[in-house]
């Protein structure tokens, strides 16, 4: 699994994020998709396995349980380390 700072997901990228509807809608990355966690074996066909995949969560921990689960399922994934929180403190657009 491979993971990335926050500062290094380009502009536009594909971006899952897997907290919980209310986290999400609290504060999210912009451009961000929120899939919680639990969803994420129902929601593979939604992947567009042709672009880089990045999966962000608050800290970093959800992500990287999702990222191992999409690596088995052969999808290649980045966990955004540091998560929302850390995006946030950078100081990139949310909504």
């Given amino acids: 699994m ?3 700072q926050v500062t290094e ?3 536009g990228a ?3 994020d897997v907290r919980e509807p209310d986290e999400f ?3 999210h990355a912009v451009g961000a998709v929120n899939v919680p966690l639990a969803q994420i074996p129902s929601a593979l066909d939604q992947i567009d396995q042709t672009r880089p995949l990045f999966v962000i969560c608050q800290a970093g921990g959800r992500s990287a349980r999702a990222c ?3 690596e088995q399922a ?3 994934a980045t ?3 540091g998560g929302t929180s850390a995006w946030v403190d950078a100081g990139l657009p949310t909504e």
Wanted: charged share 10%.
């Fill in 74 to 76: 052969g999808i290649h």
């Fill in 79 to 81: 966990n955004v380390a």
């Fill in 9 to 11: 997901v380009p502009e």
């Fill in 68 to 70: 191992q689960y999409l």
């Fill in 14 to 16: 594909q971006l899952i």
């Fill in 2 to 4: 491979q993971e990335c």
């Fill in 25 to 27: 809608a609290n504060v």
